[in-house]
């Protein structure tokens, strides 16, 4: 790394000092280590595949079969990492869907690659199901293309639905996405939803606005400063007929059956924005919709860890016992599916929650060692695998089969809940915005006068260093 000095005067030299530091710190962190790449045909033996490494700032890195070692565990089934080529075959249709499904096969192939019947089921609740759901929002909106109606009736939405589960299988998808991801049929037809055809929506709904806040999605604010989504919810309650209440500020839909009439209109939206947009934008737009929702909760199932509670309550200091209680319950629960790194920081604190409020108050995460990564399914070896917050997908190649990508900034300590309480937990930092131009007489005062020819120095310094890094 290639250092510049400039010799300031001593008049001010703890602030131009700051300003060094400050500058040198930004460029340090476009400082990346990358992985060394086997030879062509070459396969690593276990001792070349790399580790983890302690600092500094990663890549993602795709892990795809030809960089798994060897499963050593003979007998036993292998790991959800490993090749897998899915068989395909032409499906059989009911032949009662008015539909040319060639027209949106490059969604359908995403959603076949997505859940692939071999990882389907580690991956359904960050890839599978988002992009199977987004696949019947679009195709309802394509449906309506070719109608004046935004939903599907009972009848040709059970026979469209059966086509769609049957080309996803043919191409090598879970077979039984409807019960896993918790979908049927009736998704399509609008439900208890009131308002249904397309002339009756647009004279409802500003759909101006819908679509200026919906056809871009932002994946950087939306999740934490929400514009789509709002704009949903505000279309779904115009064409609810629901009367919402005011309470302490905030809107209450009160009975459960308006509840679920909401989310049937929330589905009538979605099909209003999908026949608006291109395909690919659409499912661009859904897919990140959808990571904003999962990254809200930690999918794991948490059984009672008494074993746990019982080695390691009143401890003080590291315990054997305790250690060895909480890495066995720890392995079985990264066994469930890979999460996001999101995902893995509610998850740490759920489980601490649940510690704390069973008398284990000692940071047993730091006693123990235990990682983020430990809360997801191990990749492969013992490297813990996160995947990224923002949607990812499935890549399929015909020599090597299914990767995925696995974020490489996980190798942290599992945060230990801070009070007994998860309920205000949350990953959006404050707003941020920049401060105020200082005035001449705050600048006096904190020292940091900033002449012509000081300034002059420091605007060439940051040239400079822009050629450097």
Known sequence: MKVLMLDFPLSGSFCHLRLVIALWLCSYQNVVALPLLPKPGQIPSTSELPSSPNSATFQPIEISPTMIPHYPFHGEPLPPMYPSFPKTYDPVLTGRCPVNFSVISSITAKTASDCTQSLSTVVGNVICCPQFNSLLHIFQGFYSNHSDTLVLQNAVADDCFKDIISILASRGANSSLSS???????????????????????????????????????PLKECCRPFCQPAISEAALQISGIKMTLSDNKNIVEAPSEIDTLNDCKGVVYSWIARKLRFEDANTAFRLLSSCKVNKACPLDFKQPSEVINACRNLAAPSPSCCSSLNAYITGIQKQMLITNRQAIICAAVFGYMLQKAGVMTNVYELCDVDLKDFSLQAYGQEGCLLRSLPADLVYDNSTGFSFTCDLNDNIAA????????????????????????TSQTLGSSGCHLDGVHFLLFTILIFVSTLLY
């Open 415 to 438: 945060p230990w809940p801070s009070s007994l309480s998860v309920t205000s937990l949350s990953l959006c930092a404050p707003e941020m915005s920049l401060p105020a131009l200082p």
């Open 180 to 218: 896993m991801c918790s979908v049927k049929s009736s998704n399509l037809t609008g439900g208890s939803c009131p308002v249904k055809d397309i002339g009756t929506f647009e004279n409802a709904v500003n759909t101006s606005k819908l679509l200026e806040s919906c056809s871009t999605v932002d």
